[in-house]
């Protein structure tokens, strides 16, 4: 644990602005724009859309960044589906989508996200979602969904009125329970599955 926090922290970078350079002052540092870096992505190509004057689009960023502009016309929004990471076929929610972002963190690939409180592998969720007007936002904040605890993410989104968060917490066996699931911020009820 010493090790890791050694080399954790944006005090190892060392920014050159005039030279517009990053440097990583120890090894092995490496910086992973994974947090936010596809919702980045996905906000770059939604510009580019609003350039061509394209205004309706769905824009993907994989199973884990979705950007929705404008929704087709008589429509509520785009229909999207959130799945229990374990059991694709559960869904857990099936939100409409309109001029904002929905983004997904979890634990599917193993215990990659790291509690910076701790500098130990996150316990207790499977996974998090977050919407949020842009989507380096939602992946931001989905990520810190996975290291915050339910109260911290309550008084977050509180605080927020225009995020969303849902949580679902690792439960017992292979069957989630509706009380492992939580949601934060104004969902629409006809939203929610769990």
Not at 58 to 68: F, Q, T
Not at 73 to 93: H, M
Not at 157 to 169: G, K, Q, T, Y
Request: proline share 6%; hydrophobic share 40%; glycine share 10%.
């Amino acid at each position: 644990m010493n090790l890791a926090r050694q080399h954790t922290g944006t005090h190892l970078l060392q920014l050159d602005e005039s030279e517009h350079t990053v440097q990583l002052s120890v090894s092995p540092v490496q910086v992973d724009l994974g947090g936010i870096g596809k919702g980045y992505a996905v906000d770059r190509a939604a510009e580019l859309l609003r350039e061509w004057s394209i205004e309706t689009a769905l824009i993907s960023g994989g199973y884990s960044s979705v950007l929705a502009l404008d929704a087709p016309a008589g429509t509520k929004g785009w229909p999207l589906t959130v799945s229990n990471p374990g059991n694709r076929k559960q869904i857990l929610a099936r939100p409409c989508l309109q001029g904002r972002a929905l983004s997904g963190s979890g634990l599917q690939k193993g215990r990659h996200i790291i509690d910076p409180r701790t500098a130990q592998p996150v316990k207790g969720k499977v996974a998090a979602w977050a919407s949020a007007p842009d989507a380096a936002t939602a992946d931001a904040l989905s990520t810190a969904f996975m290291v915050m605890n339910p109260d911290e993410i309550s008084q977050y989104c509180s605080r927020h009125p225009d995020i969303l968060a849902m949580i679902m917490l690792e439960g017992e066996g292979k069957d989630v329970q509706k009380d492992k699931i939580l949601h934060f911020g104004p969902w629409k009820k006809d939203e929610l599955l769990f």
